[in-house]
């Protein structure tokens, strides 16, 4: 499976007519007129020994333009000093699959991109052995040449590199590749190769795309998803200065393509946005229009009062289990809608020539999703649509959806040969967005005799259509502690939404984690022991749990032992409005376990001074600079959810935050000291943009407990109550 990818990936390949490959071969005086030689897909070698890797995924911030070529790099065995990163456009033919999200990048392409770099090393040795007329075997490589230890001849990549694109690509499924302690690249801590572009504000990310002619829209929407414009003043907003067209943009299929709007096409954005208020815009809002935090509300309290519509999961015998209990213990757990609020507002630009063919620059995170939207909605075939990508400023699931890119396109398409970048305002951007969904928990424990958890249940209320939960909102019949011991019996009800919901960094996750293991923490306090030792407790002996995907108990305990160390938890003298809370939770297939440290009182009402992460995602650490960034990021905003007032609320059918003021991101000032420990384990590297987020709210509100003896349930928590009067 793996070679079959790979060998796609590396090869830029075409067949003849006749059924032989034909690869891409550089010209035969590439060398000598300091063209640069593509040797693959990926790689391309000047004379001058320069190389210049393809970073093939979407950036967003997690770092795969840096991390992706220092595994072609590795295997490639060049020096990092010689390495120049370019971003590749999207072509899933060309570069396979190109997404950011899920922590994918990591599993995905550990071996592909290392199999690719050593590929082209294969081929560059292949050619020096050729000219040389020796065996391939004998010879080294290092620092981006080719050594004979036996003639003492050397030669640089640059001087191969016109040969070696003609020499036939090897078997990647047998390619030899580096033993570990040969690493020089992976493992070593690498700036982020965007770091200088950054710190000096170069032009770097989608809103900074400027083109010959270019002219700015702004995009007039309604609050409530699904409405239908019924009239506009067109003609107002055409008198306004500094305005070129106005568009009606006729919504089509769900919000992922396009609702309804009217765009204003300008000079400049500001002209263009300030131009709206001339619209005066009459909607259709629906039934939508009836739509409320409370009515939802609600329907979930009429939803746990007629019992659960589908059952999700049910192992042993929960009811005997619940008859038996020596102590029950219950719980009702909410949280919110979550807007994902990046920094770099939604935006991109679009050029329709007047060949048919459309052209794109945009900060997506999945460029494949757009181009197929564009083609079923506007009907510019796949093949006509170039997508460039650009450096996204936040992403976090937001940008999975591509909305954006199909009004830009469709604004572009009536004004042809004419560049058009649409931007969001801060206020479109926090009330056009796919929210990660609300959802409540009931649930309910069952101890024994001996203190041991002897079976959970669950009823649990998202939202979806019909009985399929929509995205971000689910719930796996392997939910932790299923598996592993006691009763299981977990159901659901799907609550028909018009809020379009989507994916937020950890998806499910960071919902999840938060209902799941601060119950524990109840059951854990009730049973007279910690949560650390209810947890190991379950876990048991080292063993693989055969679940989708697999659970291995004994990398999470590992990872359990290792924070509790970390933390001195079990040491620690909790009260007087200081507490430790812990949460361990398996996500994106990191096991991760975390402990918050937490002060009540001050100004600010609550503080985290302190949190420490034990994380296990895999034998290697490819580049830790990056690493730690991500989970940093992960626990800051994990912080956020749980203690910033972050939290979407809808009345007559419209969200009703609309910047920063009432969606107040986690500050620099609030960031704790976090203490991060890889815990190694011999297995493949696994990603990190997610997983470390979902364990620290459970363990900030289960340190919140530990300090006042107050249990939240209900996200997210209300600061003012604990300030200082």
């Known amino acids: 499976m793996d070679a079959i990818l790979d060998r ?6 075409s067949l003849a007519a006749g059924g032989a490959l034909m690869f891409r071969l550089a010209p035969a005086d590439a060398a000598d007129t300091g063209v640069p030689v593509p040797i693959g897909t990926f790689v391309r070698i000047a004379p001058d020994n320069a190389v210049t890797i393809i970073a093939k995924n979407p950036e967003i911030g997690q770092g795969v333009r840096t991390m992706l070529p220092m595994l072609i790099a590795e295997e490639l065995d060049v020096d990092w000093a010689q390495v120049t990163i370019e971003q590749a456009h999207a072509d899933a033919k060309l570069y396979g699959l190109q997404i950011a999200g899920g922590s994918t990048a990591t599993p995905a392409n550990w071996l592909p991109m290392r199999r690719a770099g050593a590929a082209a090393r294969a081929m560059i040795v292949q050619a020096a052995a050729a000219e040389w007329g020796v065996p391939a075997e004998r010879l080294k490589t290092a620092s981006g040449a080719v050594l004979d230890p036996v003639t003492g001849k050397r030669a640089t990549y640059g001087a191969l590199a016109a040969a070696a694109a003609k020499q036939p690509a090897p078997d990647l499924a047998k390619v030899p590749l580096k033993a570990a302690q040969d690493f020089k690249i992976i493992g070593k801590p690498i700036r982020n190769v965007d770091t200088p572009r950054i710190v000096a504000g170069a032009p770097l990310y989608a809103l ?15 609050g409530t998803f699904g409405a239908k414009l019924k009239a506009a003043n067109l003609d107002a907003a055409r008198r306004q200065p500094g305005v070129r067209h106005v568009l009606k943009l006729d919504g089509v299929g769900d919000a992922e393509a396009m609702n309804d709007a009217v765009a204003i096409v300008g000079d400049s954005w500001w002209q263009a946005n300030r131009a709206r208020a001339a619209l005066n815009c009459q909607w259709d809002h629906g039934a939508a229009g009836a739509v409320s935090s409370e009515s939802y509300a609600a329907l979930a309290e009429a939803a746990f009062k007629a019992g ?160 399929s939960f929509g995205k971000g909102a689910d719930l796996d019949d392997t939910e932790f502690p299923a598996g592993l011991g006691p009763a299981i019996d977990y159901g659901a009800t799907v609550l028909d939404t018009h809020v379009p919901t989507g994916w937020l960094r950890a998806p499910g996750s960071n919902a999840l984690a938060f209902a799941y293991q601060s119950f524990l923490d109840e059951v854990a306090h009730a049973a007279g022991k910690t949560l650390p030792a209810l947890t190991l407790e379950l876990l048991g002996a080292p063993r693989v749990l055969p679940q989708r995907p697999p659970f291995d108990t004994g990398r999470a305990a590992a990872v359990v032992r290792h924070v509790v160390a970390m933390s001195k938890f079990d040491s620690y003298r909790p009260g007087q409005g200081r507490g430790l809370g812990f949460a361990f939770y398996f996500s994106h297939l990191g096991y991760i376990a975390e402990v918050v440290e937490l002060h009540v009182g001050g100004d600010e009402g609550l503080r985290v001074p302190r949190v420490w992460v034990a994380a296990d995602v895999g034998a290697h650490i490819i580049n830790p600079l990056g690493a730690r960034a991500q989970a940093e990021g992960s626990v800051i905003e994990g912080l956020g959810h749980a203690l910033d007032g972050l939290a979407v609320t809808l009345g007559e059918g419209a969200v009703q935050q609309a910047n920063f003021d009432a969606y107040p991101l986690p500050r620099i000032t609030r960031t704790p000291e976090i203490a991060i420990d890889f815990v190694p384990s011999d297995n493949p590297p696994t990603g990190l943009g997610e997983p470390v987020l979902p364990p620290v709210i459970p363990a900030c509100i289960n340190a919140l407990y530990a300090a006042t003896g107050a249990r939240v349930r209900s996200l997210p928590v209300d600061r003012t109550v604990f300030a200082r009067a």
């Open 8 to 13: 796609r990936l590396f090869l830029s390949a």
């Open 308 to 467: 659960p519509r589908k059952p999700v999961a049910k192992i042993g015998d929960p009811a005997a289990a619940f008859a038996g209990a020596a102590k029950t213990v219950e719980a009702r757990y909410a949280y919110p809608f979550l807007a994902h609020a990046t920094m770099e507002p939604q935006n991109c630009t679009a050029l329709y020539r007047t060949d048919g063919t459309l052209e794109i620059w945009s900060s997506t995170q999945r460029p494949e999703g757009g181009r197929d939207l564009i083609a079923k909605h506007l009907g510019v075939p796949k093949d006509k649509v170039r997508i460039n990508l650009l450096r996204a400023g936040g992403g976090f699931g937001r940008r999975l959806m591509n909305d954006y890119m199909v009004q830009a396109a469709a604004i572009a398409k009536q004004l042809p040969g004419t560049p058009v970048q649409l931007i969001y305002s801060r206020e479109d951007d926090l009330r056009r967005d796919f929210y990660r969904p609300g959802g409540w928990h009931q649930l309910k424990a069952a101890i024994d005799g001996q203190g041991r958890l002897a079976a959970l249940s669950n009823h649990f209320v998202s939202f979806g259509q019909g009985d």
């Open 208 to 222: 900074d795309v400027r083109l010959p002619g270019m002219l700015y829209a702004a995009v007039e929407m309604c």
